[in-house]
């Protein structure tokens, strides 16, 4: 079982930024890692995604040109810079990784992700 070790998240206010961090353990071949939200009453929607072995990242429409998913220093990990954040952004984002054969290239599901995070939190005042 993947272990998904979650760093960042916190309070900002409108128009700040924050950035997420998750790397897994242990180390596992290339894959599609995203990152999802979910706020209180609300279904856990994806974020961004992107593969671990090269490929361009995919954005969910309500956060582009405004958060960055990148691959990090350490092998498999990806980073999650967001900018220009929104009240309606506040939510608890969870780092996953896909199931094999996933597409990364298509927009991200919930169902195409088996393993997950702990999660942190993101606040965004106004």
């Known amino acids: 079982q993947v272990q998904l070790v979650e760093a960042g998240g916190g309070s900002v206010q409108a128009g700040g930024s924050l950035r997420l961090s998750c790397a897994p353990s242990?180390?596992?071949?290339?894959?599609?890692m995203g990152w999802f939200r979910q706020a209180p009453g609300k279904e856990r929607e994806g974020v961004a995604t992107i593969y671990t072995g090269g490929g361009p990242p995919v954005y969910a429409d309500s956060v582009k040109g405004r958060f960055t998913i990148s691959r990090g220093n350490a092998k498999n990990s990806v980073v999650l810079q967001m900018n220009s954040l929104k009240p309606e952004d506040t939510a608890m984002y969870y780092c996953?990784?896909?199931?094999?054969?996933?597409?990364?290239?298509?927009?991200?599901?919930?169902?195409?992700?088996?393993?997950w995070g702990q999660g942190t939190q993101v606040t965004v005042s106004s």
């Open positions: 996953a990784a896909s199931r094999p054969w996933v597409d990364c290239r298509a927009p991200p599901t919930v169902a195409a992700f088996n393993n």
């Open positions: 242990p180390l596992t071949s290339s894959t599609c």
